[in-house]
């Protein structure tokens, strides 16, 4: 399980620190919750409201460790795996951007992410980014997409990501070859 905070100079992307929300999550797969429409395979919204409604998805302490959001002023991350040893199993999230991309305009996309400290959850991987979309996945909860699955991303890391305490900034560039809206 992999946690992911998004952080960019002018942001594109609604709720990028998870702050907002409609209400605390009551379980696992409640990105919606925090606007984020688009969840593959049921990732998971983490928030500092519901310690006591669902201790599963608190922070710091939820199932899958301890984890304090990445600045001490914020509420709420989301959380994926990304790895599976005993099934070929990823989650993804998405979200619609306050406004296409324009095409030949290059972007510069940031967001930081940190390995779950659980025994049980914590296997490090590398290849983790941003994919850009003009396709809105909605709630997919068993399998994948298609355009999801040709396994690439206009920005990642070829970094595996180890680190559990500390948020890793990830960042890069990309000029868009399309109007991407998600």
Known sequence: ??????????????????????????????????????????????????????????????TFGIQNTYDVNCNGYAGFGSFFFTEDYSEYIGVQLLSPLTIGIEYFVSFRIVLANSSSVNCGVNKIGIKFTNYNYGQVSAGYPASVMNNSAHVYTEDVITEQNDWVEINGSFIADSAYQF
């Open 1 to 62: 399980m992999l946690q992911l905070k998004i952080v960019n100079a002018q942001n594109l992307v609604p709720n990028p620190s998870f702050e907002e929300c409609s209400s605390c999550p009551a379980g696992y797969g409640q990105t919606h919750l925090a606007g984020w429409t688009i969840n593959i395979n049921t990732a998971d919204f983490f928030h500092k409201c519901a310690n006591g409604l669902a201790p599963e998805v608190g922070i710091p302490s939820n």
